[in-house]
DNA sequence: TTGAAAGCGCTAACAG
DNA sequence: CTGTTAGCGCTTTCAA
């Protein structure tokens, strides 16, 4: 909390011998006011030691110096690069940075939108759980930017993973699988959607079969089942929704006897932390999470500005690429 | 950003054909106005959508309904838990959870609670890198929390890891071990020297040798000098300041061939992601991080009120265990 | 129990 | 270029 008194615009005028309003436009608008005047209160202001109250501030403006990143699960590694880059980005602007989770959940999400509205400038959704019809509504009434989310009309950053998904297909058929198992992440995710329609297409394009499973929970604990479920199908390859499944799935072939790569290949996405310390190494599609973040965070600053005008729906789209490590190899038999 | 004009507690007053100030009552202290007034008027509030300004209220109140959380580096797992923790206490109690980053710097953390000071209610510090008169003198003006130090006078929430370096100790001991290296962290790092003191009492009572090296950087990648350090000193036993030196360390001594825990046993501390599917797994000494995070918050609640009061110097101690897995064995020879 | 009025600290017209 | 003035939306005396 803080101390009893603090100093205040007035204090600094009266100090300084000049309006309050004077003050105020020495410290933002520098250059509407005389430099001689404006040094002098900045000395003023220094040596008393003031600091502008940001409430008072975005109270009055309207603007709040800040912004919101939504994270559905701060368990998973994944965000920790999305999350760092943002908080770097907002940082490096002088802007404050809330940071909240909706706990995997639509509803809460949108709670915390609601919740967070009045005291920030615009919201990051990283990984949003709300439909694309949320979206749309919310961005009525809020700023709003998306992390690994492509919704039309809205701006969004994203690491490319259809491509990046393709890649992963040849880099399989290269060592000869005729077929692969992708093991699918929540049915509202995006980015599983697109890992889909990447494996599809690259798996169509050279004559592959790809078989979807799941959804099965994002998390090493899913990996159990779905390891079990990729064996069923007689696969060689299995791709998982992203490296936490992945090493779920290295762990549970491990102790049923699975050798890999020499039995099944096993690809993940994400390079999370662990990813190449874990046995096998996992063969990942990494990507600069930290840029979308920051990316993010950059739309909103953009935007912030012309609330009214109808926002161009700027999209980010980074590059991703096949960090390949020892889980996967050649197609048994 | 909001629409052009949300609905003020003027609205709902006109609307409700009362005050103002008995909307505000309504809303705040519900037993200070007629049941029946209160009950149109909040009926009037929700039909309008209503939604109180945090911003209006915290600059006329002084009370933020929000705390800041000051980390030294985002990128390290170690934090996720008290982040986690301290995040879900601040939710429940409504309270809005700033987070931000220090980078490992004193003089970064003083700004940050500098630039925070006026929109929140407090800071939780976690592993600060300011010294105790610095935060003794933050203290006079700010409400702190801390979380993984113990500074006198000062409401803190750690894990112990004193005791669990004695029972380190205790471990390496019954396996024969007769000396052990301890690959030290950050000089300024609390827990460092806590962990320090652990075993040296520990390896006292047991008639066994400790060695200190370092300091060295908590990451992975200091593991590399901190592995040949201690390989140089011929020890048997290698108990690393955190997992994630640890886990580099592993990584050095299997470079080298130097076989653990056959030749040498690792030991780390936070029980992190990895430290569980690293090879050999890590044996390390756990704790509830994420208890320290919620507990560190709910100290900064219960001060909030009595800023003046001298706060009593609350702490919270939490245990520690110790999780044996596959870094060490038998001494060799 | 309720209303009127005075700010919290700052910014933004509008004059001068 | 600078001062005066009027709020931003809410809480909180002080009266009624």
Redesign the pocket.
Same mark, same amino acid.
């Given at each position: 909390m803080d101390s009893p008194? $603090?100093?205040?615009?007035?204090?600094?005028?009266r100090e300084a011998?000049?309006?309050? #309003?004077?003050?105020?436009?020495? =410290?933002?608008?520098p250059?509407?006011?005389?430099?001689?005047? $404006?040094e002098h209160v900045l000395q003023v202001a220094e040596r008393m030691g003031?600091?502008? #109250?940001p409430?008072?501030?975005a =109270?009055?403006?309207?603007?709040t110096a800040t912004v919101a990143m939504l994270v559905p699960d701060i368990t998973n590694p994944h965000f920790f690069g999305t999350i760092k880059g943002a908080e770097r980005r907002a940082s490096a602007a002088g802007i404050t940075f809330i940071l909240s989770y909706t706990e995997e959940s639509a509803d809460n999400e949108r709670t915390q939108i609601e919740h967070l509205a009045r005291s920030v400038d615009g919201f990051v959704l990283a990984s949003s759980r709300l439909s694309d019809e949320s979206l749309w509504e919310l961005a009525e009434e809020h700023n709003l930017a998306l992390v690994n989310r492509e919704v039309k009309g809205l701006p969004s950053a994203v690491v490319d993973s259809r491509v990046g998904s393709r890649q992963i297909v040849e880099h399989l058929a290269s060592l000869g699988h005729r077929s692969l198992v992708y093991l699918s992440g929540p049915h509202q995710s995006w980015p599983a959607g697109e890992r889909w329609r990447g494996l599809v297409d690259g798996a169509r394009g050279l004559g592959m079969k790809a078989t979807r499973l799941g959804p099965f929970p994002p998390r090493v604990v899913g990996g159990g089942a779905a390891a079990d479920a990729a064996l069923v199908t007689g696969a060689t390859a299995v791709v998982a929704h992203n490296d936490l499944l992945a090493i779920g799935v290295l762990r549970r072939l491990a102790e049923r006897g699975v050798a890999v790569p020499e039995q099944v290949s096993v690809v993940g996405y994400d390079d999370i932390f662990g990813a190449d310390f874990c046995v096998p190494a996992l063969t990942t599609l990494a990507g600069p999470q930290d840029e979308a973040g920051r990316s993010a965070v950059e739309l909103l600053l953009e935007n912030r500005s012309r609330s009214t005008t109808r926002a161009p729906d700027r999209r980010v789209m980074l590059p991703s690429h096949l960090v390949i490590r020892d889980s996967t190899g050649p197609a048994a038999r």
């Open positions: 008194k $603090r100093t205040t615009i007035y204090d600094v005028a011998g000049v309006a309050a #309003s004077t003050v105020s436009r020495a =410290l933002r608008n250059r509407r006011v005389n430099a001689a005047t $404006r003031y600091r502008p #109250s409430l008072a501030t =109270l009055q403006s309207g603007r």
